[in-house]
């Protein structure tokens, strides 16, 4: 079955900084890449994803790329702000069968220092 | 639009016990899965619901299971409780093969 590996599991930058998160997926039928964004004690909360047809997508100050051949991808957020503090998460799904089954990777919090 | 919203938000049950808890998918969402949550890792797949059936299961016990209603809400149920089943319990709703939205989730304590 398809294994996230997710790296780092902390990351410490100053505001204004730009982070970056890595992951890996195992399953090359994977084609559908989402991020979450975990506050404490909060639902995790959906802030982008991208599907295998597509290298880079964007949405303001948070981009997510993909490298098909090398089965990984990653979340960079630019400008970073202390309220980008939180866990994030990364997930694969490989929806043959019908099911968006989602297998996440273990999470990296960062934090944001003013 | 309320989002997906789950009930209770929190539980405390004694080993041995049954727990049913409860999920509403967003409006317009026909697909419903359960995920658990243990404390600093990420969610795992329990199993998903499509059309009342169940789609596809992870490696969960039979002592998990569940249950969608023709107005697409579902119930999670767990029987015969283990210490080890404290977690917190999420559901996630999607329209097809869309994104996914989560709940906020049940927090499960068993002593």
């Known amino acids: 079955g398809e294994n996230v590996e997710q790296h780092p599991s902390t990351l410490s930058v100053q505001e204004g900084d730009s982070a970056v998160i890595k992951c890996t997926y195992s399953?090359?039928?994977?084609?559908?890449f989402p991020w979450y964004k975990q506050e404490l004690g909060k639902r995790p909360q959906l802030i982008i994803d991208?599907?295998?047809?597509?290298g880079e997508k964007k949405d303001q100050r948070i981009a997510v790329t993909l490298n098909k051949t090398a089965k990984h991808f990653s979340l960079h957020i630019t400008e970073t702000q202390p309220e980008d503090s939180a866990v994030y998460f990364c997930a694969a799904s490989n929806p043959q069968g019908g099911s968006e089954k989602l297998v996440f990777g273990k999470g990296t919090k960062l934090t944001v220092n003013p | 639009d309320a989002g997906v919203t789950q009930s209770p938000t929190h539980l405390i049950k004694t080993r041995g016990q049954q727990v049913t808890l409860r999920c509403s998918p967003k409006s317009g969402h026909d697909t419903v899965s359960w995920y658990q949550q243990a404390l600093g890792q990420g969610p795992q797949f329990i199993f998903q619901?499509?059309?009342?059936?169940?789609?596809q299961r992870g490696n969960f016990p039979d002592r998990f299971s569940g249950h969608q209603f023709p107005n697409y809400s579902s119930e999670l149920n767990v029987n015969a409780l283990l210490l080890g089943d404290s977690a917190l319990y999420l559901c996630?709703?999607?329209?097809?093969?869309?994104?996914?939205?989560f709940g906020q989730g049940t927090r499960l304590t068993v002593v």
């Open positions: 399953d090359s039928a994977s084609n559908y």
């Open positions: 619901y499509y059309e009342e059936e169940e789609r």
């Open positions: 996630a709703s999607s329209l097809g093969s869309g994104s996914a939205f």
């Open positions: 991208i599907r295998s047809n597509v």
